[in-house]
DNA sequence: GTGCACCTTCCCCTAAACTGGAAGGTCAAG
DNA sequence: CTTGACCTTCCAGTTTAGGGGAAGGTGCAC
């Protein structure tokens, strides 16, 4: 496949699967004769963990850090067991970081639906924040 | 209130304030006869709303939508709804993202762990480490 | 009258994750 | 043979939320 086609099939464009392999999340292209990038089904379903680890807000440096331990495969190293561990901690306190927002936001949220918008005083701003 | 007296009240530097200001969180500062800018209680209180939204993780842009609607008479309590809103569900969908990849993690480290230690040559395996 | 801590504007810098555009190569269709 | 849609590299700009630091004014204490 051309670039252009998996990108689309990944949803995103053809420069930022480039810029990905610039970044070392992509490993450098398989090119054909005339220079093209080449790419397989493979690199969709790469482009789509990168995806996803997006929208659960991890930086790409972390989405790297997790594909590059998922690129030597099930190797029974011993360093590749800290680096998975330490990704694996480092996820659970992000999630329970987020879920702590999460619980203030609802919060928020519910003082807001509960409050009656007439009484909502303009000089103090909105006191639901 | 000078500046850094106000800013320090809200937790923040003065570069923040001139710079929510040059970014129309802030209106102009009224100035003292010799140029400083000078600020009440008030501008603290709208200083801990900006923080407070920070806080839950909305950005200077929909705060500034809040405060806008605000100061332009109107009560911004269903404003308030609608983002804090928005952002419960980008929160939900973010910790479902995280979760799901916590657990292809966790089941890598499985793996990881299923092998044997012994068989691991640091020197190929992790030197990408 | 000199420090010192404030304040002012101005402009540049940061990191992350792209996005745009220029200048040019490639290839199938009409 | 040319048009259009691809592709290439490279360089530059955008956005977010400020931070750094220069060059200079102000005001109070000693």
Same mark, same amino acid.
């Given at each position: 496949?051309?670039?252009?086609?998996? =990108? +689309?099939?990944?949803? #995103?464009?053809?420069?930022? *699967?480039?810029?990905? !392999?610039?970044?070392?999340?992509? /490993?450098? +292209?398989?090119?054909?004769?005339?220079?093209?990038?080449?790419?397989?089904?493979?690199?969709?379903?790469? *482009? !789509?963990?990168?995806?996803?680890?997006?929208?659960?807000?991890?930086?790409?440096? %972390?989405?790297?850090?997790?594909?590059?331990?998922?690129?030597? &495969? %099930?190797?029974?190293?011993?360093?590749? %067991?800290?680096?998975?561990? #330490? @990704?694996?901690?480092?996820?659970?306190? %992000?999630?329970? !970081?987020?879920?702590?927002? @999460?619980?203030?936001?609802? !919060?928020?949220?519910?003082? =807001?639906? +509960? &409050?009656? /918008? =007439?009484?909502?005083?303009? +000089?103090?701003?909105?006191?639901?924040?």
């Amino acid at each position: 496949m051309q670039i252009g086609e998996t =990108a +689309a099939a990944a949803g #995103m464009t053809a420069k930022t *699967l480039r810029f990905y !392999e610039d970044s070392g999340l992509l /490993p450098p +292209a398989d090119r054909t004769p005339n220079g093209y990038r080449s790419y397989t089904r493979k690199t969709v379903d790469r *482009l !789509e963990f990168i995806r996803r680890g997006r929208a659960a807000g991890l930086t790409l440096a %972390q989405i790297g850090d997790i594909l590059s331990v998922r690129d030597v &495969g %099930q190797s029974p190293c011993v360093h590749v %067991q800290d680096v998975l561990a #330490m @990704r694996l901690s480092n996820l659970d306190a %992000q999630i329970a !970081e987020l879920a702590a927002l @999460r619980d203030t936001v609802a !919060e928020m949220l519910g003082t =807001a639906v +509960a &409050g009656d /918008p =007439a009484i909502c005083d303009p +000089a103090r701003i909105c006191s639901y924040l």
